[in-house]
């Protein structure tokens, strides 16, 4: 079963930036992705990136998300800049299409 730990999320007033981090047991082959659940909403991708490193990001983050991977240290980070009210939510790792399995997650708040 595949081991995700994410980290790093906290409340930040609009404009800020936060760096999620997540460590997973999954081998370094699969694509990763940061997913998102806001109240009363789905789930949803928000960023992924492969294991050669090629990236895609929902409409909603694309110039102010930036995923990355550290293949030695098997993490994956997501940075977060110019932040919105609307990006508030759970924050989630998991391999794409994502296991049945999921972490913890990590609140992302930000205060208009």
């Known amino acids: 079963q595949v081991q995700l730990v994410e980290s790093g999320g906290g409340t930040v007033q609009a404009g800020g930036s936060l760096r999620l981090s997540c460590a997973t047991s999954?081998?370094?082959?699969?694509?990763r992705g940061w997913f998102r659940q806001a109240p009363g909403k789905q789930r949803e991708l928000v960023a992924s990136i492969t294991s050669g490193r090629s990236t895609n990001y929902a409409d909603s983050v694309k110039g102010r998300f930036t995923i990355s991977r550290d293949n030695a240290k098997n993490t994956v980070y997501l940075q977060m800049n110019s932040l919105k009210p609307e990006d508030t939510a759970v924050y989630y790792c998991?391999?794409?299409?994502?296991?049945?399995?999921w972490g913890q997650g990590t609140q992302v708040t930000v205060s208009s």
């Open positions: 998991n391999l794409v299409p994502p296991r049945d399995s």
């Open positions: 999954a081998f370094v082959i699969y694509t």
